[in-house]
């Protein structure tokens, strides 16, 4: 085997192995777990709820003392990808006065005070979300500044109506959607091909050669 074909298997291996999927984009996002919220900032009533492997990340709002509540992580978007958030979470409300419903919404910002409104819900009663929520690689493209936060943003509706509410969230993940490009096998099998054909035209050549060879030997030998 030439060193071009092992250069060429080579690759093919590397290809093979190489994975499938990145990880979150989001830092401590599985709070059910790391029972932790400690990379994530916070405003207002935020706290970790429950026992290992059971915890959320709880925000909280009153009338009284806090009426917003947010928790917030700088992401690294790229331009021309699209991104998919999931989200785990629950939602509670004493609902004493339904005049004004507390709000809870999923959002990005950036630096400018631009927002792109992912989810928004009133808090009318317990409830439980699982979320799965685009983000359009065109839609961010139409803003300037690409410096962005995802915020989960608590809201208390009215400060005379003694509501009081609270969103759990268990896990949260940002994963770059994968584009439709050729499996890692595929390549291989397509780089193996091209090693096979490398390996035939040699074998040709090579016979071509020792043909010659042949021939100029035997005209010698006549001479």
């Given at each position: 085997?030439?060193?071009?074909?092992?250069?060429?298997?080579?690759?093919?291996?590397?290809?093979?192995?190489?994975?499938?999927?990145?990880?979150?984009?989001?830092?401590?996002?599985?709070?059910?777990?790391?029972?932790?919220?400690?990379?994530?900032?916070?405003?207002?009533?935020?706290?970790?709820?429950?026992?290992?492997?059971?915890?959320?990340?709880?925000l909280s709002v009153d009338d009284v003392v806090d009426f917003e509540t947010e928790l917030t992580?700088?992401?690294?978007?790229?331009?021309?990808?699209?991104?998919?958030?999931?989200?785990?979470?629950?939602?509670?409300?004493?609902?004493?006065?339904?005049?004004?419903?507390?709000?809870?919404?999923?959002?990005?910002?950036?630096?400018?005070?631009?927002?792109?409104?992912?989810?928004?819900?009133?808090?009318?009663?317990?409830?439980?979300?699982?979320?799965?929520?685009?983000?359009?690689?065109?839609?961010?493209?139409?803003?300037?500044?690409?410096?962005?936060?995802?915020?989960?943003?608590?809201?208390?509706?009215?400060?005379?109506?003694?509501?009081?509410?609270?969103?759990?969230?268990?896990?949260?993940?940002?994963?770059?959607?994968?584009?439709?490009?050729?499996?890692?096998?595929?390549?291989?099998?397509?780089?193996?091909?091209?090693?096979?054909?490398?390996?035939?035209?040699?074998?040709?050549?090579?016979?071509?050669?020792?043909?010659?060879?042949?021939?100029?030997?035997?005209?010698?030998?006549?001479?």
């Open positions: 085997m030439n060193r071009t074909f092992k250069h060429i298997a080579f690759a093919s291996t590397l290809l093979i192995a190489a994975p499938h999927a990145m990880g979150s984009l989001l830092t401590g996002g599985n709070f059910a777990d790391n029972c932790s919220i400690a990379d994530w900032e916070q405003h207002g009533n935020v706290a970790i709820s429950g026992t290992p492997g059971n915890c959320a990340a709880m992580q700088v992401v690294a978007l790229s331009s021309g990808i699209d991104y998919l958030l999931n989200v785990d979470f629950s939602i509670d409300t004493t609902t004493t006065d339904p005049t004004l419903d507390d709000v809870f919404s999923i959002s990005l910002l950036n630096q400018d005070f631009d927002f792109i409104e992912l989810f928004s819900t009133d808090i009318l009663a317990a409830q439980n979300f699982s979320e799965s929520l685009t983000i359009a690689a065109t839609e961010l493209a139409s803003y300037a500044n690409q410096d962005w936060s995802l915020s989960f943003f608590l809201f208390d509706g009215a400060d005379f109506d003694d509501n009081q509410s609270s969103v759990s969230i268990a896990f949260a993940s940002l994963d770059a959607v994968a584009t439709d490009v050729p499996e890692p096998s595929s390549l291989a099998l397509l780089v193996l091909g091209c090693a096979g054909i490398l390996g035939r035209k040699k074998r040709f050549f090579t016979r071509i050669n020792n043909n010659i060879s042949a021939n100029q030997t035997r005209g010698g030998h006549n001479q």
